[in-house]
Antibody, heavy 113, light 113 residues
């Protein structure tokens, strides 16, 4: 059974940083392309970033230059490093496989002073 | 970026009756490889999104056959033949053709009258 478990969310001040993790089981992160998708409170879904099996990475314009997607193959874990956080980054962040078939339960990031 | 526009945004339905959601894209979703990467997702209250349909009309495993997808080019439809109580939630279309910037529709909230 495939499981994706996010962690690392929390309350952070504007301008601060946070690193989200997504631990996978029953599924090999390095062999698949993986995405982060977020959902602001009461709002719709927004694609954030993708990393391909070859290592190429892409970002939504709203986070480009501030967020970095990466993975640790030995830990079978996906990451999202978020810097220079803004109030508008407040959202539940989901990790998912590249096909958006498997999703985690999400982790809440709140950017507020 | 490709803009995905769903209608209606709210859809009250009587149990056992059909429901239909429209999704229009600002550009054709036909990929150079001949495929059309239009997906539909369901998000029940308090849950992570779940993919229902991929490439316009292909139902994912475990998805009831009362759900069907159709369309081409820029115009797509998700139909529920007979709405059940468990179908309550928000439905999103998403284009994966114009990668890597995937975009979602605003969401359509399905509720029981």
């Amino acid at each position: 059974e495939v499981q994706l478990v996010e962690s690392g969310g929390g309350l952070v001040q504007p301008g601060g940083s946070l690193r989200l993790s997504c631990a996978a089981s029953g599924f090999t992160v390095s062999s698949n392309y993986m995405s982060w998708v977020r959902q602001a409170p009461g709002k719709g879904l927004e694609w954030v970033s993708v990393i391909y099996s070859g290592g190429s990475t892409y970002y939504a314009d709203s986070v480009k230059g501030r967020f970095t997607i990466s993975r640790d193959n030995s830990k079978n874990t996906l990451y999202l490093q978020m810097n220079s956080l803004r109030a508008e980054d407040t959202a539940v962040y989901y990790c998912a496989d590249g096909e958006l078939f498997y999703w985690g339960q999400g982790t809440l990031v709140t950017v507020s002073s | 970026d490709v803009v995905m526009t769903q209608s209606p945004l709210s859809l009250p339905v009587t149990l056992g009756q059909p429901a239909s959601i429209s999704c229009r894209s600002s550009q054709s979703l036909v990929h150079s490889d001949g495929n059309t990467y239009l997906n539909w997702f369901q998000q029940r209250p308090g849950q992570s999104p779940r993919r229902l349909i991929y490439k316009v009309s292909n139902r994912d495993s475990g998805v009831p056959d009362r759900f069907s997808g159709s369309g081409s080019g820029t115009d797509f439809t998700l139909k529920i033949s007979r709405v059940e109580a468990e179908d309550v939630g928000v439905y999103y279309c998403m284009q994966g053709t114009h990668w890597p910037s995937w975009t979602f529709g605003q969401g359509t909230k399905v509720e029981i009258k």
